[in-house]
């Protein structure tokens, strides 16, 4: 058997390398614009809403505060009216009761200028009457009674009686008839009264008649 030897020979293949153009894939740098999106986080979701209030809700609280101002003006102007309108009700009230209590002053006016005649009557009487006589003494006691009840029951209701002497002639109450000179008197003074006067509650319903003095000449 014959015996075959193998020689191995190797294959040299040449080492070629490939040289492959060095072709770097240029790919065109384009800086690709992202927008710029801010992610909305809860920090930044609260933000932007107040943010937006700001801008929004002051012209609204302008507007209140506005409002406030005029509503308190108008309240002002309600209370001012107010108290005008009691104020003025008060004025009537007091004036209504001016005029009862002048109404009811002067209610018995006329009917005292109607009893001033009989006052003066009694007292006519009672001047003229004699008192040294004792038949007389009974009636000239009834008309001192009548005459002082009848004056007792018109002071109650503010009848006043004029009729001192030797006191300055007063104007307002006095009605100068004569003058009459006179040492014991100053000048200008009332003297006699002839006839008495009557004031009814600070009112003049009849002057004194009287006789004034003057310096003797």
């Known amino acids: 058997m014959k015996l075959t030897r193998r020689t ?35 920090e930044t979701a609260e933000v932007g809403p107040e943010t937006v209030e ?5 012209p609204k609280d302008e507007r209140i505060k506005e409002l406030e101002v005029e509503l308190a003006q108008i309240q002002q102007r309600e209370r001012d009216s107010l108290l005008r309108a009691k104020a003025e009700i008060e004025n009537m009230r007091r004036r209504s009761q001016i005029e009862v209590e002048k109404a009811y002053k002067f209610s018995l006016e006329r009917l005292a200028s109607e009893l ?16 040294s006589n004792s038949d007389l003494a009974s009636t000239i ?30 104007p307002d109450v006095h009605q ?20 008495k006067g009557y004031i009814l509650n600070g009112r003049l319903i009849r002057p004194a008649m009287v006789t004034v003095s003057k310096a003797k000449i």
């Open 116 to 131: 001033l005649p009989v006052i003066d009557n009694l007292e006519r009487a009672l001047e003229m009457s004699d008192k």
């Open 54 to 58: 700001v801008e929004v809700v002051a």
């Open 141 to 170: 006691e009834g008309i001192e009674l009548t005459l002082k009840s009848l004056l007792d029951a018109v002071r109650k209701f503010g009848l006043e009686v004029v009729s001192e002497t030797n006191i300055p002639f007063n």
């Open 176 to 195: 100068a008839i004569t003058m009459q000179e006179s040492e014991e008197h100053e000048p200008n003074h009332v003297i006699i009264v002839m006839q």
């Open 8 to 42: 191995e020979t190797a294959e040299v293949v040449p080492e070629t390398t490939e040289v492959v153009p060095e072709t770097a894939e240029v790919v065109p740098e384009t800086t690709e614009v992202v927008p710029e999106t801010t992610e909305v986080t809860p």
